[in-house]
T-cell receptor, first 108, second 123 residues
């Protein structure tokens, strides 16, 4: 069972801003850096954000990450149809690498 | 361009041992700054970290799987491997190998992934 909780689903219309949350207990997020992964159907996950808010080259700047206390957020501004995917947060916690439960994003 | 490729064991029978190998090409497994990991995903479910290894042989294992797994590396073959013993249907999943960037575990992120291989545990 993951120590990182994400809402199972989120949705928005094209161009809308969508914010995904990742909640950790016992100050997990406050003591580790957060990574966000995007998994398109049938593919391996891809890193969108690492180090809480660092975007690898090639990732559009409409993806942004932030943290506050024991929670992290991924914002997608200007939602596009190709953003339909499952998004996972992840941290290093007490000797193990932990993925969140994942949020499936739909573009209406 | 570094590339990771998992072997394809296909079907594994219950109670037997699952063995997977990840071949690193276009780069070196023997990298002081990189760690290499295994992640799995049961069909239709989320991601689960299995464990990770540094070329020096240092490993981290998921506490929930530690009693059944061994991760090893072979610098001469540029490969690292996973052994999972006493498998059952719950071990049916897509198994991915991946590279941890970021140096220390606190900063880890998986920046390169293999395509994944589906392993089915069935009699």
């Amino acid at each position: 069972q993951s120590v990182l909780t994400q809402p199972p689903s989120a949705s928005g219309t094209p161009g809308q801003r969508v914010t995904l949350s990742c909640s950790g207990g016992r100050s997990t997020i406050g003591t580790s850096t957060v990574t966000w992964y995007q998994q398109l159907p049938g593919t391996a996950p891809k890193v969108l954000i690492h180090g809480n808010n660092q975007r690898p080259s090639g990732v559009p700047d409409r993806f942004s990450g932030s943290t506050s206390g024991t929670s992290a957020s991924l914002a997608i501004s200007g939602l596009q149809s190709e953003d339909e995917a499952v998004y996972y947060c992840a941290i290093w916690d007490a000797g193990r690498y932990v993925f969140g439960t994942g949020t499936e994003v739909s573009v209406l | 361009q570094l590339h990771l490729q998992e072997s394809d064991p296909g079907l594994v029978r219950p109670s037997e041992t699952l063995s997977l190998t990840c071949t690193v090409s276009g780069g070196s497994f023997r990298s002081i700054r990189d760690w290499w990991g295994w992640v799995r995903q049961p069909p239709g479910k989320g991601l689960e970290w299995i464990g990770s290894i540094h070329y020096t042989g240092t490993t981290y294992y998921s506490p929930s799987l530690a009693s059944r797994i061994t991760i090893s590396g072979d610098t001469s073959k540029n490969q690292f491997s996973l052994r999972l013993t006493s498998v059952d249907a719950a071990d049916t999943a897509i198994y991915f190998c991946a590279r941890h960037a970021g140096g220390l575990p606190f900063y880890w992120y998986l920046d390169l992934w293999g395509r994944g291989t589906l392993v089915a545990v069935t009699s």
